[in-house]
């Protein structure tokens, strides 16, 4: 024990030990931190490996045979982050058990929720700035690695896809080529851009990264997936720096539009005005989406008055750029340069401002005059060469209008072809004859279209406009009277019938010659080309049966393949012959066309089913008597007796009902005949009408 020396004081000597204690545990206390911190950097990680490995192990246990576990489990420390969806709660319980069973594990954080039906079944595709995101619902069939690895191909190399996606049943069919078209298309949009299949529908929302890559998007849209349908497309144009809209016309006065457009609606709205401004009609659309215009200004105004500046020139372009307006190329006369001088400085949209104007004239060419009648008006437009010439027109047209306002939109213009105002003379009274109608003169060319009330009226004008024309002037007429068909010429005729006789003919059923309903559609187009092309004629060719063994026999000969030279014309004849000679018959019991259905149909299917069983025959001819007591012993006639000629086979039968319903149709007996040789076609091809005109 120890002592104290002589004099000292206990009490004194007591705080100074306590105060030792409490600095002996500060003391020791910075050791301990820094032997747990040694600890914890040692044992942490190997404890994280553990419980990691062990948790994997039992992550993979859920999966079934050939496919992904659906549960997926992260290690933070010694807690287990978990995430999956299991098949049911059974499922998910004992994934759970086992995994708060292993040891050294503090806690398990989830969610770990159960397949369930999505209905509607909605997957989402977001691109942002470091790869693409994807949310909603993905099939439960499917596990994550396998849906990444075949979403790979569709997305730009090294971009991260992060599957958030849960597992769900009632996918559509197809899902993993429609997710891979989709996210392809997302790589047209920019960062924030999205794209949604909600079941069977695609819908887009976002903005296109470039003008080539809207373009691409928007015809890719138009091969979707087999089954996919598109939902809402909102996709906005890309944004450009330097937007430009032009207007150019060309000599023959069409227009062409370049440049871009803010949007679909707008395009549409400038092509319909276009359409209007061109004076041929012809209009070249080479418009981009894109946005970049100054919100100032109004794109469809501004597009209305380059049209109309447009509409003041022979050929040139207008331009709008860095907002302001440019002109280049040829005014339409010397009025139209100070009518284009007013419209920049007053009449330009809000935003505007007039540009560059470097404009020329020229004499007309050609020179057109136009006039049109059409209800309760009658308008000319384009150019005269004088004002005593347009007064004279004009004097005419009055003196001959009784109801009609007369609407004069000519100009003043030089280049007129001599002898212009003597033509208008003349074409202003037949003009003024038609009940409606359009005359234009180009140059010394005249064309007067309409109807006139009367056919031989339309004859006498057509007569007398020709005649009456200056020397060196033409004139052509093409008019109409009511209730009049207007005749074709005979290279449309081929081209209307090549476009109506595509695909095979009509096929009989088995062993019948009987028209069928379905035929009548297409016999009537054929017979309604017929009445407006007189030059037309048919060739028509029967075919056979697959088990008729004369048919099989027999070569076949498409319709398409008959060329005019492999019917000779004793041939043709014999056809025309043979049709001509049914046409007799049936004007001698005129009959109308009868459908099933209509009122004596029956009566018809029955002559169609006489028809085919009945054959065209010629007596039999006797050999001529001989005395028998001149015929040497055992000396016949030099002639047999003559047999019957055989009736036509079921092909020729099948031809003769289709000739005549087209002759009870309407068609004059040389305009069809049924091809004779024995020619029979293939089953599958039907009947052949070819057009051998």
Same mark, same amino acid.
């Given at each position: ?7 000292? =004081? ?131 069939? /499917? ?20 599957? *958030? ?60 997936? &087999? ?34 457009? @803010? ?14 401004? %061109?004076?041929?009609? *012809? ?13 100032? /200004? ?9 049209? *109309?500046?447009?509409?003041? &020139? ?18 339409? =006369? ?43 008006? @009658? ?55 038609? #009940? ?32 009456? &024309? ?16 207007? @005749? ?36 009537? #187009? ?36 008959? =060329? +005019? ?57 006797? #050999?001529?008597?001989?005395?028998? #007591? ?8 030099? +002639? ?43 089953? %599958? ?9």
């Amino acid at each position: 024990m120890r002592h104290l020396p002589p004099g000292s =004081d206990v009490s004194a000597a007591s705080p100074f030990r306590d105060r030792c204690r409490r600095l002996g545990w500060a003391v020791g206390l910075p050791g301990l931190a820094a032997i747990l911190g040694v600890s914890a950097a040692w044992i942490t990680p190997r404890v994280e490996d553990r419980l990691g490995a062990e948790a994997d192990a039992i992550a993979r246990a859920t999966a079934e045979p050939g496919a992904e576990p659906w549960l997926r489990v992260a290690v933070a420390g010694r807690d287990l982050i978990l995430n999956g969806e299991a098949a049911d709660a059974a499922t998910r319980d004992t994934a759970h058990r086992r995994l708060a069973a292993l040891p050294g594990v503090r806690r398990l954080v989830g969610p770990v929720g159960l397949v369930a039906l999505a209905s509607p079944f909605v997957w989402i595709a977001t691109r942002s700035r470091d790869g693409v995101d994807l949310t909603g619902s993905r099939p439960a069939e /499917i596990g994550v690695g396998a849906l990444a690895e075949q979403l790979a191909p569709a997305l730009e190399p090294g971009t991260p896809l992060r599957d *958030q996606a849960h597992a769900a049943l009632g996918g559509p069919p197809d899902f993993t080529a429609a997710a891979t078209y989709a996210l392809a298309r997302l790589r047209a949009l920019t960062p924030g851009s999205r794209i949604m299949l909600e079941d069977t529908r695609l819908s887009i929302l976002g903005e296109a990264a470039s003008v080539s890559d809207d373009e691409a998007l928007r015809a890719a849209l138009t091969d979707l997936p &087999m089954g996919y349908s598109l939902g809402r497309i909102a996709i906005l144009p890309a944004m450009i720096p330097n937007f430009r809209f032009v207007v150019t016309r060309s000599a023959e006065g069409g227009l062409d539009l370049s440049g871009y457009v @803010v949007s679909d609606a707008v395009r549409a709205e400038i092509r319909g005005e276009a359409a209007a401004a %061109a004076e041929n009609g *012809q209009v070249m659309d080479r418009m981009r989406n894109a946005r970049g215009l100054p919100p100032e /200004i109004d794109a469809a105004a501004m597009a209305r008055v380059a049209l *109309q500046l447009a509409g003041l &020139m022979q050929e040139g372009s207008v331009t709008v750029a860095e907002a302001r307006v440019s002109l280049s190329g040829v005014a339409m =006369d010397a009025q139209a340069i100070p009518e284009i001088d007013t419209l920049l400085r007053t009449g330009l949209p809000a935003g505007l401002a007039r540009g560059d104007v470097a404009l020329t004239t020229r004499p007309l060419s050609p020179y057109r005059v136009a006039m049109r009648r059409d209800g309760d008006s @009658v308008t000319l437009t384009g150019h005269l060469p004088d004002t005593a010439t347009r007064e004279a027109l004009l004097g005419t047209l009055r003196a001959r209008l009784f109801r009609e306002r007369l609407i004069d939109r000519t100009r003043l213009g030089q280049g007129a072809p001599a002898e212009l105002a003597r033509a208008l003379q003349v074409t202003a009274g037949s003009f003024t004859l038609l #009940a409606k109608g359009e005359a234009r003169i180009a140059d010394r060319s005249v064309t007067l279209t309409g109807e006139s009330l009367y056919p031989q009226g339309a004859r006498r004008i057509a007569v007398d406009l020709s005649a009456a &024309m200056p020397q060196g002037w033409n004139a052509e007429t093409t008019l109409t009277s009511p209730g009049a068909t207007a @005749v074709r010429t005979p290279e449309a005729c081929v081209t209307a019938f090549d476009a109506g006789a595509a695909g095979p003919g009509p096929v009989f059923s088995p062993g019948s010659a009987t028209l069928k309903p379905a035929f009548y559609p297409r016999l009537d #187009a054929i017979a309604a080309l017929a009445k407006t092309c007189p030059t037309l004629r048919l060739l028509i060719t029967g075919h056979g049966d697959p088990s008729d063994p004369a048919a099989s026999a027999k070569t076949a000969v498409a319709n398409s393949t008959l =060329d +005019k030279t492999a019917v000779d014309k004793p041939t043709v004849e014999s056809a025309v012959e043979s049709t001509a000679s049914l046409e007799a018959t049936r004007l001698e019991k005129p009959e109308t066309v009868k459908r099933p259905g209509d009122k004596g149909s029956d009566k018809q299917d029955s002559k169609d089913k006489s028809l085919a069983k009945t054959a065209p025959k010629t007596a039999p001819k006797t #050999a001529p008597k001989t005395d028998s #007591a001149k015929r040497a012993p055992g000396q016949t006639d030099a +002639k047999p007796a003559a047999t019957a000629e055989p009736g036509p086979d079921l092909a020729q039968q099948r031809a003769l009902a289709i000739v005549d319903y087209l002759l009870q149709a309407g068609l004059r007996p040389d305009q069809v005949a049924i091809a004779a040789g024995g020619t029979v076609r293939p089953a %599958a091809e039907g009947v052949g009408i070819a057009n051998r005109s």
